[in-house]
T-cell receptor, first 111, second 115 residues
């Protein structure tokens, strides 16, 4: 059974204080790993897809990286508008039509 | 504007009263999916559809039905809702399932309460 564990559950940062969110996964053949951002009361918003170990993707202050067991979402010099819940999901080659989501990391960035 | 819409956004109902939550996308996407989101459990897939008239079960399909008669619409049907189906529901769509086509676009959510 595919599993996704995100840590920490919640993270509080000061504006400008860089940090990383972790997504550990077990999957029978990784087809893709996805990061989403979810604001309160809204649907998740797609951020990145990573396909193979060593791959990195960046978007503004966010950088996602992937190893064979985990992915990190690095947040550089965060701003209050980066406050949100960040979700990680995996898709396996077997049963490729479904995504397995982690429970998310709630990030709060204070001014 | 490219979007996924859901209706209603909020619904309070009683046990056993059949209801339908509509989902529509205007991006000509082939793949559509329904999720429920519960505190401490995260997002879990209920049903998905890879194209018109093609649907299949996700992780938590019990108590739900879906249909895909048109490419743009994917309604979620609760024939006899129960309190354990109280949840936040999201519809999502993507162009396909391969590579970058798998970027899922989510609707705004439907908050359902079953009394």
């Amino acid at each position: 059974e595919d599993q996704v564990t995100q840590s920490p559950e919640a993270l509080r940062l000061q504006e400008g204080e860089s940090s990383s969110l972790n997504c550990s996964y077990t999957v029978s053949g990784l087809r893709g790993l996805f990061w989403y951002r979810q604001d309160p009361g809204k649907g998740p918003e797609f951020l990145f897809t990573l396909y193979s170990a060593g791959e990195e993707k960046e978007k503004e202050r966010l950088k996602a990286t992937l190893t064979k067991k985990e992915s990190f979402l690095h947040i550089t010099a965060p701003k209050p508008e980066d406050s949100a819940t960040y979700l990680c999901a995996v898709q396996a080659w077997s049963g490729y039509s479904t995504l397995t989501f982690g429970k998310g990391t709630m990030l709060l960035v204070s001014p | 504007e490219a979007q996924v819409t859901q209706n209603p956004r909020y619904l309070i109902t009683v046990t056993g009263k059949k209801l339908t939550v509509t989902c529509s996308q205007n991006m000509n996407h082939e793949y559509m999916s329904w999720y429920r989101q519960d505190p401490g459990l995260g997002l879990r897939q209920i049903y998905y559809s890879m194209n018109v008239e093609v649907t299949d079960k996700g992780d938590v399909p019990e108590g739900y039905k879906v249909s895909r008669k048109e490419k743009r619409n994917f309604p979620l049907i609760l024939e006899s809702p129960s309190p354990n189906q109280t949840s936040l529901y999201f519809c999502a769509s993507s162009l396909g399932l391969a590579g970058s086509y798998n970027e899922q676009f989510f609707g705004p959510g439907t908050r359902l309460t079953v009394l």
